[in-house]
């Protein structure tokens, strides 16, 4: 059964540092994109960041670049997100994604960021 | 590139649902649909504009023409009751763009 787990999520303060992982089973990774899409409390779903199967290529919204990092280990099974400087608008839950074809076809349950003084 | 949803929708047990998705010629565009119920993880309903994964229901249906993507949803049931965002590939930005997504109450 395809799985996508989250960790990392965690109570911040602005300007803080984090880092997410999302560890894949039940697939193989190194055939799919990978991306992290989030979520603030009570609004809509945004894409943050992704990486194509050979993690050479990857992509970032405007809100996170220069930010964030995303990375993959394939032989790990593992994505990771590197978040620097935090601010409140990061606060949000952090889903992980398999891309297929342009569309996000499974998805994790998530881990939460907050970023609070 | 920015897609454009209404914030609500209600319809009645039973009755059809349409969901509306709207952008700069979207026709062009290929669009996805997903479903997401308090404290999950959004589901991928509809890709391809128009394609179900498995163990989607076949009342779940979709179009793409113009300047609107749609999101049909017939015999509706409670269950159904959820947030539905409409997510195309924005190729020009090298981005996954999400509309802002509807509530569809069942009444």
């Known amino acids: 059964e395809l799985q996508l787990l989250e960790s990392g999520g965690n109570l911040v303060q602005p300007g803080a540092s984090l880092s997410l992982s999302c560890t894949a089973s039940g697939f193989t990774l190194s055939d799919s994109g990978m991306s992290w899409v989030r979520q603030a409390p009570g609004k809509g779903l945004e894409w943050v960041s992704g990486i194509l199967t050979g993690g050479k290529t990857t992509y970032y919204a405007d809100s996170v670049k220069g930010r964030f990092t995303v990375s993959r280990d394939n032989s790990k099974r593992i994505v990771n997100l590197h978040m620097n400087n935090l601010t409140v608008e990061d606060t949000a839950m952090y889903y992980c994604a398999k891309e297929d074809d342009g569309r996000f076809e499974s998805w994790g349950q998530g881990t939460l960021v907050t970023v609070s003084s | ?107």
């Open chain 2, 1 to 107: 590139y920015v897609l454009t949803q209404p914030p609500s929708v209600s319809v009645a047990p039973r009755k059809t649902a349409i969901l509306t998705c709207g952008g700069d010629n979207i026709g062009s565009q290929v669009v996805h649909w997903y479903q997401q119920k308090p404290g999950q993880a959004p589901l991928l309903v509809v890709f391809d504009d128009s394609d179900r994964p498995s163990g989607i229901p076949e009342r779940f249906s979709g179009s793409n023409s113009g300047n609107t993507a749609t999101l049909s949803i017939s015999r509706v049931e409670v269950g159904d009751e959820a947030d539905y965002y409409c997510q195309v590939w924005d190729s020009s930005n090298d981005h996954w763009v999400f509309g802002g997504g509807t509530k569809l109450t069942v009444l």
